[in-house]
């Protein structure tokens, strides 16, 4: 089973997260969801509290394929500031594993220096914040092993191309067949 964590830090956006949450299960991929306060519970951008499965600290990352990044802020900004997420980044990046991105996320990937010669979409005022990208201003882009998203209005085609990532064309079409997704 392909493994996927999602990873919140107060302030998310909650249909970036929720959304992919919802459909990766849906397509019966684990997803695992990882609070980089030190409460489980993590507070959306507007209102909505989530309760997470995981601190930061409980999950070894090395058992996941995917790491996913929900915008909004200041939750982009905190997961930014988080030194753990930042490494968690960088590994999956270097190992080759994919790290799916949403809104203003793709700036901590930016930030990192890990968007240089890439294809990526963000949400349009981050754009000036992403240097040596090619910015594609499409719903979703994949580069290699970096998916892109440009914010909560495309966070269903975010999520299917995930699904399409990790388990396939089909899989993507049967899943968005089942939500009625045209």
């Known amino acids: 089973m392909k493994r996927v ?3 919140l ?33 993590v507070h959306g951008a507007h209102g909505i509290n989530v309760q997470t499965e995981d601190l930061f600290d409980e999950v070894n990352f090395v058992e996941f394929d995917m790491i996913v990044l929900p915008g909004g802020m200041p939750g982009t900004r905190n997961l930014e500031e988080h030194n753990g997420v930042r490494r968690v980044v960088k590994d999956f990046i270097e190992e080759g594993k994919t790290v799916a991105a ?26 000036t914040k992403i240097q040596g990208a090619v910015l594609t201003g499409a719903p979703v882009t994949v580069d290699g092993n970096i998916i892109t998203g440009r914010g909560a ?14 388990m396939g064309k089909e899989k993507a079409k049967e899943i968005a067949e089942s939500i009625v997704y045209e």
């Not at 830090?9 to 990882?34: N, S």
């Not at 209005?153 to 990790?166: P, S, V």
């Open 5 to 7: 964590s999602v990873i």
């Open 9 to 41: 830090a107060d302030g998310f956006e909650e249909i970036e997260a929720l959304t992919v949450v919802d459909l990766l299960r849906r397509a019966k991929i684990y997803v695992d969801t990882v609070s980089v306060t030190d409460e489980y519970i």
């Open 102 to 127: 949403i809104c203003a996320a793709p700036t901590i990937l930016g930030n990192l220096g890990l968007l240089k010669g890439k294809r990526v979409t963000c949400y349009p005022t981050m754009e």
């Open 153 to 166: 209005g495309t966070a269903i085609d975010f999520a299917l191309k995930i699904i399409e990532q990790l």
